[in-house]
């Protein structure tokens, strides 16, 4: 399975941004799919999470202002992010596997990654 992120860019601090993340193969439709970021000189970190029931999950540094969604139909995964910090600012990577609800949060439960789109949030 291959996925392709996009969307990032250059936005002020309160701005929108979308990123979409396709995947290559039918298998997205059983797939937990999920979010991560990785900041300047810091761990990558979890951002959200979708499973195959809809169930979502999400860091409580965006709770209330991300939205993860998928398309089965497109093959592809959203993170809408809303009020955008500086904070936020980041290297987003899209990930696809099959993790179970209680380690959905961690890197290792994902077993395809996407190449990277990066966001940055000027204040």
């Known amino acids: 399975v291959q996925l392709q992120a996009s969307g990032g860019g250059l936005v002020q601090a309160g701005d929108s941004l979308r990123l979409s993340c396709a995947a290559s193969?039918?298998?997205?439709?059983?797939?937990?799919l999920g979010w991560f970021r990785q900041a300047p000189g810091k761990e990558r970190e979890f951002v959200a999470a979708?499973?195959?029931?809809?169930?979502?999950y999400y860091a409580d540094s965006v709770k209330g202002r991300f939205t993860i969604s998928r398309d089965n139909s497109k093959n592809t995964v959203y993170l809408q992010m809303n009020s955008l910090k500086p904070e936020d600012t980041a290297v987003y990577y899209c990930?696809?596997?099959?993790?179970?609800?209680?380690?959905?949060?961690?890197?290792?439960?994902?077993?395809?990654w996407g190449q990277g789109t990066l966001v940055t949030v000027s204040s």
């Open positions: 979708i499973r195959w029931n809809g169930s979502t």
């Open positions: 193969e039918r298998t997205f439709s059983i797939s937990g």
């Open positions: 990930a696809a596997g099959r993790p179970i609800s209680s380690s959905i949060t961690k890197e290792t439960s994902y077993n395809y």
